[in-house]
């Protein structure tokens, strides 16, 4: 066993020498080996080990036996101990998830806390064997290539130097060397779905296949090499598609649906916090083909139109701005932008006494290009701009009566360039992420 984890810190770069390292270690026979084996080859690597155990309050004196035995083990090593009690049931309850999923969220949170307050990799026990139970479990959830993956050797400070250990192998090395270890009764349930692949699914298609925990290794890494590259095009998708007011339909329509599906995953995680789902991805590629709008949350859409698409944000009614403006200068905030009108002069025109106002649009609004001396209704004057729909109304126009001088995305009109020449108007702009342009 120990080969094989060496081979595997050294095929995955785990480990390059004199790192800090939290072993996950639940006092089981996989991660009871595990520090064991890290601490036969730590000189090796010049490692600091440390070990962090986390207390479920599931199994009541079961429980309290595992985090004895944790400690006791770490004596042994002389392997500083980080532990944390929690009681996942309520906390489940009250989230209104799995235990399963509760219990791996809160184990993950306490390494990812120690991992940054010692500056250390955390090392977690999974084995080939949980890699194959994984891999099932997440082909009968309908899962795509990105699950087809399997357990990552390496995710962000997360190491697996086990990965490629089956849990037999795992079971002879503490054989070999007279480890005690502890057993988790929940493991011998089959209350829960990992348990029943475990138990029922992985001994069939081990009988026809006795080397299948390697057999699905290899699968998960062609996966993988699969995943990255999907992965790598969906991203120049992303980036050659991007247009002012979201992404080029057509050039999205004109990909490989593979390569669509991630992309549409990828935007859906940064642009709406959304993680998608096969159905979500359907809908959206139907969006993208045909037009249309998706339901992403209570807050968000995702809309397909004029061919282009983009995340909608449900917001509370914003303050409308300043309905005019006095003297040269006027600073006001609105839908999460600041905007600065400053004028050398009165912007009060003494040659017409009509106020400038400052305000969105309304019926009757004219706007007149500069360039072609055309005028037209500001909603047509917006679509030919290619200006979404959602945004229009949320546009700050500075006008006079129902001739538009200048609007936001549109800039200055024929009648607002020589007023602005006249007057020595600048608008500025500053975005809520603190990008600053002048308009």
């Known amino acids: 066993m120990i080969n094989t984890l060496r081979q595997t810190i050294q095929k ?113 026990a999974h084995t080939a064997s949980d890699n194959a139970e994984t891999l099932f479990y997440n082909i009968t959830r309908g899962s795509s290539v990105a699950g087809a993956v399997g357990i990552a050797p390496v995710r962000g400070k997360i190491i697996r130097p086990l990965i490629e250990v089956t849990r037999a192998g795992v079971e002879a090395y503490c054989a070999e060397n007279r480890l005690e270890y502890v057993t988790d009764s929940t493991n011998l349930s089959d209350d829960y779905t990992r348990n029943k692949i475990r138990h029922c699914v992985i001994p069939v298609l081990k009988s026809l296949n006795p080397s299948l925990e390697n057999a699905a290794l290899r699968f998960c890494e062609s996966a993988a090499e699969t995943a990255d590259y999907i992965g790598a095009q969906a991203r120049r998708l992303i980036e050659s598609s991007k247009t002012e007011y979201g992404w080029s339909c057509q050039i999205l329509a004109e990909a490989h649906s593979a390569v669509l599906h991630r992309a549409l995953v990828i935007l859906c995680a940064e642009n709406a916090g959304f993680s998608a789902e096969h159905r979500h991805i359907k809908l959206m590629e139907e969006a993208v083909l045909h037009s249309g709008a998706v339901e992403l949350g209570k807050d968000v859409t995702l809309l397909s139109a004029q061919g282009t698409l983009r995340f909608c944000r449900g917001s509370a009614e914003a303050e409308e701005p300043p309905d005019h403006i006095f003297g040269g200068l006027l600073k006001f905030s609105f839908n999460g932008k600041q905007y600065i009108f400053e004028s050398e002069n009165n912007i009060f025109s003494k040659k017409d006494n009509r106020t400038i106002n400052v305000r969105t649009r309304k019926s009757g609004d004219r706007f007149t290009f500069f360039d072609r001396n055309i005028t037209k209704p500001l909603r047509k004057a917006m679509n030919e701009q290619g200006i979404p729909r959602e945004i229009r109304d949320r546009l700050v126009v500075l006008a006079r009566g129902e001739t538009v001088l200048w609007c936001e995305e549109l800039g200055f009109s024929r009648e607002g360039r020589i007023f602005r020449h006249e007057m020595k108007l600048n608008i500025k702009i500053i975005a809520g992420k603190g990008e600053e342009y002048n308009a």
């Not at 080996?33 to 490692?47: F, Q, T, V």
């Open 12 to 124: 995955f770069n785990m480990l390059s020498g004199g790192e800090r390292v939290i072993v996950a270690l639940s006092g089981g026979a996989d991660s009871t080996a595990l520090l064991s084996a890290l601490n036969s080859i730590k000189e090796i690597y010049n490692l600091t080990i440390f070990a962090a155990h986390l207390n479920h309050g599931i199994r009541g004196e079961e429980a309290e036996r595992d985090e004895n035995f944790c400690k006791i083990l770490c004596e042994k090593y002389n392997t500083e101990l980080f532990t944390k009690k929690l009681n996942i049931t309520e906390l489940a309850a009250r989230r209104k998830i799995s235990v399963e999923l509760c219990g791996r969220e809160e184990r993950y949170a306490f390494f990812e806390e120690l991992s940054e307050k010692l500056n250390a990799k955390i090392a977690t």
